[in-house]
């Protein structure tokens, strides 16, 4: 991995780019140019954020979890993410 900065990684018109340093994380890993935001912590919260934020994620949850609690190893669950990707659909 080569290491350059954000300024020259715009420069260059790279869509990511890697300082070499561990993000607030403590991931050491390529961070996108344009956000900032580093790809370890983007692979541990895409998931979950996309589910949260989807519009249909309540609905789906109110579904899963009438005769049960709530856990949230539900939203992470490949279960729930297809069902939501077929609502969105
Ligand atoms: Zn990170």
């Known amino acids: ?5 954000r300024q020259e990684a715009k420069l ?3 869509d990511t780019y890697f300082t070499g340093k561990p993000c607030k ?3 050491v890993d390529y961070r996108h140019t344009e956000k900032g935001g580093c790809l370890g912590c983007e ?13 249909r994620f309540n609905e789906v949850m109110t579904d899963l979890t009438l ?10 669950s ?3 993410q297809s069902m939501l990707e077929e609502m969105a659909a």
Do not use: C, V
């Open 78 to 80: 490949p279960k729930i």
């Open 25 to 27: 994380y403590g991931h």
């Open 43 to 55: 692979d541990e919260h895409t998931h979950l954020s996309f589910q949260i934020h989807h519009p």
């Open 67 to 76: 005769d049960r609690p709530f856990d949230l190893s539900d939203i992470m």
């Open 1 to 5: 991995m080569e290491i350059i900065s």
């Open 12 to 14: 260059l018109g790279l």
